[in-house]
């Protein structure tokens, strides 16, 4: 069995992050179809339903061969399908872990900085990366403050990292 098999599901104060299997195809389809606020995308935008179901066997893929985690963000209380969120680059502390995410554009404020505040900690409590990357395809000024808050800074160009220090990995709270 895989390591990464076991990290799901991870949760937040109000949201559950598990396997995309979790998560009915339509419901992945419709959110790449919809407005979204998003990172650099690491699969092309489906264009049937089909291509969704390709994406998430080859996603699943890559989780059991440890090469990435990616969950589906759901409310905790509702169970309402709210997006996806993919941790990669993980085995890679030179390169830096990466985070990529896809949500609905109407979210609460809370969404984005539950679920990349608690997969930066997953980060910390299991791997050995340094830093973390965010590269946003759209500057949007609401995903921008939420994760200045959690401590990334801008590179330029879209790019944002937080350093892992020996003092941030030992003091890094989910309760920011």
Known sequence: MSKFEKYHP???ANYTLDWLT???VKQIFDLYQGATFETSLTVQRP????DTVKNVNQTMQKVMSEQELTWGITDSNSGDFLGIIKAFHLK???EGAQISFITKIHQPETLLLQVVQRTVKFIIDHFD???VKI???KDNQQVVKTIETLGFVSLGNGDYSLELTPELRANFELNM
Not at 47 to 50: G, S
Request: proline content about 11%.
């Open 10 to 12: 991870v949760l937040t």
């Open 22 to 24: 979790q998560t009915p």
């Open 47 to 50: 264009k049937a339903i089909i």
């Open 92 to 94: 890679e502390p030179n």
């Open 129 to 131: 990366s340094t830093r």
């Open 135 to 137: 590269n946003l395809a």
